[in-house]
């Protein structure tokens, strides 16, 4: 097999910045001091983005954290201290799915802009009232998709908008982890908003409906565990009414999948090693037998120490970008695709018969 020695160059048709800084221009709060709230303060900090305060449900756990992270100069024992903060100006909600539309709301409601950890919200109608708010007070809001912001997500989409593969036929993803069964873990809680789909499945379908759009069906089915949430699911979707690409996802809690993608084109295939949805290499397959490789940099280049989160602080500088541009959304995540994939799972959902308490 020859392999294909040129050096594709981004092109830049949707603006991210892919610079190893950040600018300091904004301070941030942190809702939050959990393992994903620890991650991203990581990468923000180690980029040279300021985050200013964090908030916990007590002052001892905030002040724990503040003390992992020197530079941050306020610690608050609850939530209200954080986004009553004049001094803050945006802020980053790291709770558990269930708590994001209260808090959200709430932060909205405080004139702050936000940031929130995917899955955005349980389901469609939270995530409607949070935008729908944010679009009435004049306020920010981004759902914290940071794949979509990784330098080799950048490169594929580049890659495929210049038909480098031709016409997308399929696409394939999956996403499982095995996590032991335990009803007070929060994949398995359902008080918690728990189940694989919105913690594991969200990845590969924001990351087809990033590249596909909308599904016109959705075929799904899957299993539950003891405590009632989804654990092992397998999805297919159809585009144009079924004359157009398909794609096949699997993800589930309860086993190690491959965690990986392949966009199949009528010129050649891109597939996205492990894992697809962080930093990693990709490899193209041209129908001629040649190939070229992209080697992404990884969390071991940057010493994060945090499982290879290494590129959050994209898309905390993407937010940045837009605050300073008066936008109240960010192209590349726009409140459309946070809609459009709460409401693919919840057809997922609907078509398991898996509800969430309060639904």
């Known amino acids: 097999m020859k392999e294909v020695k ?43 983005g300021h985050i200013a305060a964090v ?30 903060d004049p001094d803050i100006d945006v802020i980053y909600i790291a709770t558990p799915h269930a708590q994001h539309y209260e808090w959200a709301i709430k932060c909205l409601e405080h004139d702050k802009p936000i940031l929130v950890e995917k899955a955005f919200t349980q389901n469609y109608k939270q995530a409607k009232e949070i935008i729908d708010l944010a679009r009435e007070r004049n306020l920010f809001v981004m759902e914290a998709y940071w794949a979509r912001f990784l330098p080799h997500i950048i490169k594929v989409k580049e890659l495929i908008s210049r038909g480098e593969i031709g016409d997308i036929v399929q696409i394939i993803a999956d996403h499982g982890v095995c996590f032991p069964f335990d009803p007070k873990h929060r994949l398995y809680a359902p008080e918690l908003a728990g189940g694989a789909l919105l913690d594991l499945g969200v990845y590969p379908i924001s990351f087809v409906q990033f590249l596909l759009g909308n599904p016109t069906k959705i075929l799904s089915s899957g299993s539950s565990t003891p405590t009632g949430v989804d ?59 040649s190939t070229y490789t992209y080697v992404s940099k990884t969390h071991e280049d940057y010493d994060t120490g945090l499982d290879g989160l290494y590129g959050m602080h994209f898309e905390a500088a993407e937010v940045q970008r837009c605050l300073s541009e008066g936008k109240l959304e960010s192209s590349v995540m726009p409140w459309a695709d946070t809609l459009s994939v709460m409401k693919i799972m919840d057809e997922i959902r609907g ?3 898996f509800k969430l308490p309060n639904e």
């Open 55 to 84: 908030a916990s449900r007590s002052l001892a756990k905030a002040e724990e954290f503040q003390n992992r992270f020197p530079s941050i100069e306020k610690a608050y024992g609850s939530y209200e201290e954080l986004m009553q």
């Open 351 to 353: 078509q398991l018969d």
């Open 6 to 48: 040129k050096e594709f160059l981004l092109e830049r048709s949707y603006p991210v910045e892919v610079e190893d800084r950040m600018p300091s221009t904004h301070r941030w709060g942190v809702l939050g001091s959990g393992w994903i709230a620890s991650c991203f303060t990581t990468q923000v900090t180690k980029a040279g």
């Open 231 to 289: 654990s092992n699911v397998a999805t297919i979707f159809e585009y144009e009414d079924g004359t157009g690409p398909i794609a096949s996802l699997t993800f589930g809690s309860l086993a190690s999948s491959p965690i990986t993608a392949a966009i199949c084109g009528t010129k050649g295939r891109i597939e996205i090693h492990r894992q697809f949805y962080r930093p990693s290499d990709f490899t193209v397959y041209y129908n001629d037998g």
